[in-house]
């Protein structure tokens, strides 16, 4: 871009009126584009996109787009409408577990199957799969069928898909863009599905009054419509010339694992992910802090702000990527991210004023991006194509696996020891385990790209 510009620059200088422009001249000085070292320093922190002007990856990122706020139509839906037909959390609680362990089988196994069939295929039936699913959510609702045991039988079969779908949608980046774009990439893809998650359940709630809950489920099967277009538009990805040919089955899942005990940088990303997320996630007190610490600014408002602060912080912190894609010391910047992120949590468990708190939580968000950005560049870099769709798998679970263990487990510490010191001592062990990790095992220290 910058050439041509200066190209069109140059060409003006020449054919005036013969004797040029004066250097003095406003006009002159504003038909100059901005110097080029201003537009590299402006590109050093803004999103690096050029992941982007590779067409494979960008149909996959466009499907990204559609899917990110559609998704979360349905996962807001869906606890509505059990609500709705029961009138019970306990019931919400339940159906969310439903959709658990389909999803960590499923991931396993769609890992192992990502590395022995041709992705993108794998990527069509499965974003199929899921569309057919969100039809017959729609389905069920629009006829008042009124089902909780429907709703956890089509919860579970969505999540099927999806652990089948995510490990081979993952896997495929690494074929799709060089391994110096991989952060760029990894920053796009997160920074879209972190966006999703604010402006999805945003916009469900303003939804629902106008069109009703059923067509919630309906404009996420016709967005999934669109990714399954955009999956057939991308090229064959087959395992490569000279992988053995394999089954998916129970002994691929476990070679997967002794892959990853044998590669300790692989171990220790899964390992630093679990820290951060089971010991220092805060959301299960979420609630009890908006009722007990913050009341006074509003219950409502306080718990709305608690969990739109993490994504909008990952969201600011994807737009401002643009150092990610310079950075060599991969397994550093996990390390301080994460530390960061447990620093950031305790000093939100610390916070008495609701400002504060939504800061930190945000800066947490940051670092989780950052976190997030990297381990997936570790992932798709340090293992061998063969197994990425395994390695894939295991990032699934362990990232759908970890929030929800934390939930468990802070919601235990908050009503055992109170909510601000569970969250305070879980950040500070987040920074105290993961500095320990990191002084014991080195392989995350010297990993660079």
């Given at each position: 871009m910058y050439r041509a510009c200066r190209k069109r620059v140059d060409t003006s200088e020449s054919s005036g009126d013969g004797g040029g422009r004066s250097g003095t001249d406003p006009r002159a000085k504003a038909?100059?584009?901005?110097?080029?070292?201003?537009?590299?320093?402006?590109?050093?922190?803004?999103?690096?996109?050029?992941?982007?002007?590779?067409?494979?990856?960008?149909?996959?990122?466009?499907?990204?787009?559609?899917?990110?706020?559609?998704?979360?139509l349905t996962a807001v839906a869906v606890p509505k409408q059990v609500y709705d037909i029961t009138g019970s959390s306990a019931w919400v609680g339940a159906a969310s577990l439903a959709g658990l362990l389909p999803l960590i089988v499923f991931a396993l196994w769609g890992g192992a199957v990502a590395d022995t069939m041709d992705r993108r295929k794998l990527l069509l039936i499965t974003n199929t799969g899921i569309a057919?699913?969100?039809?017959?959510?729609?389905?069920?609702?629009?006829?008042?069928?009124?089902s909780v045991a429907g709703l956890m039988l089509l919860l579970a079969l969505q999540q099927a898909f999806w652990g089948l779908n995510a490990p081979a949608r993952n896997a495929s980046i690494a074929r799709l863009v060089p391994k110096d774009e991989l952060p760029a990439a990894n920053a796009l893809g997160s920074t879209v599905m972190q966006t999703g998650q604010v402006v999805g359940p945003l916009l469900a709630?303003?939804?629902?009054?106008?069109?009703?809950?059923?067509?919630?489920?309906?404009?996420?099967?016709?967005?999934?419509?669109?990714?399954?277009?955009?999956?057939?538009?991308?090229?064959?990805?087959p395992p490569l010339t000279g992988a053995p040919v394999r089954r998916a089955g129970v002994r691929e899942v476990v070679a997967g694992f002794r892959y990853i005990a044998g590669h300790t940088v692989l171990l220790l990303?899964?390992?630093?992910?679990?820290?951060?997320?089971?010991?220092?996630?805060?959301?299960?007190?979420?609630?009890?802090?908006?009722?007990?610490?913050?009341?006074?600014?509003?219950?409502?408002?306080?718990?709305?702000?608690?969990?739109?602060?993490?994504?909008?912080?990952?969201?600011?912190?994807?737009?401002?990527?643009?150092?990610?894609?310079?950075?060599?010391?991969?397994?550093?910047?996990?390390?301080?991210?994460?530390?960061?992120?447990?620093?950031?949590?305790?000093?939100?468990?610390?916070?008495?004023?609701?400002?504060?708190?939504?800061?930190?939580?945000?800066v947490a968000g940051i670092a989780d991006m950052v976190s997030m950005v990297f381990r997936g560049a570790i992932l798709l870099s340090a293992a061998t194509d063969e197994m990425?769709?395994?390695?894939?798998?295991?990032?699934?679970?362990?990232?759908?696996?970890?929030?929800?263990?934390?939930?468990?487990?802070?919601?235990?510490?908050?009503?055992a020891f109170g909510a601000?010191?569970?969250?305070?001592?879980?950040?500070?062990?987040?920074?105290?385990?993961?500095?320990?990790?990191?002084?014991a095992m080195p392989a995350l220290r010297r990993y660079r790209v």
């Open positions: 038909a100059v584009p901005p110097d080029p070292a201003q537009r590299r320093g402006r590109r050093r922190w803004v999103m690096d996109t050029r992941p982007l002007r590779r067409p494979a990856y960008r149909r996959l990122w466009s499907s990204t787009v559609v899917t990110a706020v559609g998704s979360q057919a699913t969100s039809l017959l959510f729609w389905l069920q609702a629009v006829t008042g069928l009124e709630g303003a939804l629902i009054p106008v069109i009703g809950l059923a067509e919630l489920y309906l404009i996420d099967a016709l967005a999934l419509c669109v990714t399954v277009w955009a999956v057939h538009k991308l090229p064959a990805l990303s899964f390992l630093a992910d679990i820290v951060a997320m089971v010991l220092g996630m805060p959301r299960a007190l979420f609630p009890q802090l908006a009722s007990e610490t913050y009341a006074g600014y509003g219950e409502g408002l306080a718990l709305g702000l608690l969990f739109a602060a993490i994504p909008i912080g990952a969201v600011v912190g994807g737009l401002f990527s643009g150092t990610f894609s310079r950075a060599r010391r991969h397994g550093w910047m996990v390390i301080g991210s994460v530390v960061v992120w447990g620093a950031a949590v305790a000093g939100f468990g610390l916070s008495s004023s609701l400002w504060l708190a939504v800061a930190f939580l945000a990425r769709g395994r390695m894939q798998g295991v990032f699934t679970v362990v990232v759908a696996g970890g929030p929800r263990l934390a939930d468990a487990l802070h919601g235990g510490a908050g009503s601000r010191e569970a969250v305070t001592g879980g950040g500070v062990l987040v920074v105290v385990v993961m500095l320990a990790l990191a002084a």
